[in-house]
């Protein structure tokens, strides 16, 4: 079965780090591009960062850049996002997503973070 | 980035047809074919109901249809449905080799 599963959210303190995992299962990892896409609680969709096929170009929304950190493991079919100085504004679900072209036709069921004291 | 601009909202009665447009600019929506669209319902994952401005995936059904003029997407849904009350959200790729998502429209089947 095609599938992606999340991991590693919980609560967090502002400035805090945390490491998401996606798990995928039942396809070619290796030749899709990975996203993270968040979702704050009541809010829209956001775009947040991507990796290409193998590791070697990834990109970041502005509210991310220098902060959160997208890589992957092809021989683990994961994917990853290692977030440092968290904010209360992070504070979302977490979805990965996969996309062969330019649309994101896959999605796992999120993890959430929460950045509170 | 700033999100692409959603009607907050639309309604309709069952058999109806409803519209939800997607203003973006020049640099999205405008200069690229590379528009999709999510359904969304209450609690669960987002599902791509529209590719590549007007494609729709396998298994979805050919009431939902997408169009593009300018920097304004589109999506149709006709014959409205109980089950297609969702949110619903567009996307486009940009030049800064990001992606931005839209507001997000609730549709209400009345």
């Known amino acids: 079965e095609v599938n992606m599963v999340e991991s590693g959210g919980g609560l967090v303190p502002p400035g805090g780090s945390l490491r998401l995992s996606c798990a995928a299962s039942g396809f070619t990892f290796s030749t899709y591009w990975m996203h993270w896409v968040r979702q704050a609680p009541g809010e829209g969709l956001v775009w947040v960062s991507r990796i290409k096929t193998d590791g070697t170009s990834t990109d970041y929304a502005d509210s991310v850049k220098g902060r959160f950190t997208i890589s992957r493991d092809n021989a683990k079919n994961t994917l990853y996002l290692q977030m440092n100085s968290l904010r209360a504004d992070d504070t979302a679900v977490y979805y990965c997503?996969?996309?062969?072209?330019?649309?994101?036709?896959?999605w796992g069921r999120g993890t959430l973070v929460t950045v509170s004291s | 980035q700033s999100a692409l601009t959603q009607p907050p909202s639309v309604s309709g009665s069952p058999g109806q047809s409803v519209t939800i447009s997607c203003t973006g600019t020049s640099s999205d929506v405008g200069n690229y074919n590379r528009v999709s669209w999510y359904q969304q319902p209450p609690g669960t994952a987002p599902k791509l109901i529209i590719y590549?401005?007007?494609n729709r995936p396998s298994g979805v059904p050919d009431r939902f249809s997408g169009s593009k003029s300018g920097n304004t997407a589109s999506l149709t849904i006709s014959g409205l449905q109980a089950e297609d009350e969702a949110d619903y959200y567009c996307t486009s790729y940009t030049s800064s080799s990001t992606y931005v998502f839209g507001t997000g429209t609730k549709v209400t089947v009345l």
């Open positions: 997503t996969r996309s062969l072209r330019w649309y994101f036709d896959l």
């Open positions: 590549e401005v007007s």
